[in-house]
């Protein structure tokens, strides 16, 4: 949970619009066998509760129903808003995304699955496109809609003198690319 408000910090900080969307189980309240106190509220002794709930009272935390896929709940949603910026910028090229992050619009989900069980429902083959990316003859430039990343340890600390790890966005993708400029 750390990890998502690590990476909610540094896209809102570069600008970008954040949407997380986690299945609702992860805002379980309830005490789990692990939870120190069996008879209190697992919100008021879980941290990684209240960073949950930050993102949803800040409005950045969507919550698939029980039981959903939760990536089609992703992808989806990335995908409307993709489009949704692609209307509004009809002149999206590769060098708008390199330019400027507000000027390009588009949506990106920040994943290492490769989302192959939904690939492979798109009956289109649109969607394979959308998450690597294209420029071929036959559709129009757009960059990967998968961004993937890692956590590495570069020596950071955090604001007490603790070892933080970093997170690092794949460096090669047009986004962090424009980010990072």
């Known amino acids: 949970v750390q990890g998502i408000h690590i990476c909610a910090s540094y896209f809102a900080s570069a600008g970008c619009r954040i949407q997380v969307v986690l299945p609702v189980h992860w805002m379980r309240k309830k005490p789990r066998a692990n939870d120190h106190d069996k008879n209190g509220n697992a919100q008021m002794i879980t941290p990684q509760i209240d960073i949950l709930q930050n993102l949803e009272d800040n409005n950045i935390l969507c919550c698939s129903p029980p039981a959903d896929d939760d990536d089609a709940y992703v992808i989806a949603m990335a995908r409307r808003e993709d489009g949704r910026a692609r209307r509004k910028n009809t002149h999206y090229t590769s060098s708008s995304l390199s330019d400027n992050i507000s000027t390009a619009g588009g949506a990106f989900v920040l994943s290492n699955d490769f989302f192959r069980d939904a690939i492979a429902r798109?009956?289109?083959?649109?969607?394979?496109?959308w998450l690597n990316g294209s420029e071929t003859n036959d559709l129009p430039y757009s960059p990967p809609g998968r961004i993937s990343y890692s956590f590495c340890n570069l020596?950071?600390?955090?604001?007490?003198?603790?070892?933080?790890?970093?997170?690092?966005?794949?460096?090669?993708?047009?986004?962090?690319?424009?980010?990072?400029?």
């Open 122 to 129: 798109d009956s289109s083959g649109e969607l394979k496109y």
């Open 155 to 181: 020596g950071s600390m955090n604001e007490y003198g603790d070892p933080q790890l970093d997170f690092m966005p794949n460096p090669r993708h047009t986004l962090i690319e424009t980010i990072e400029k």
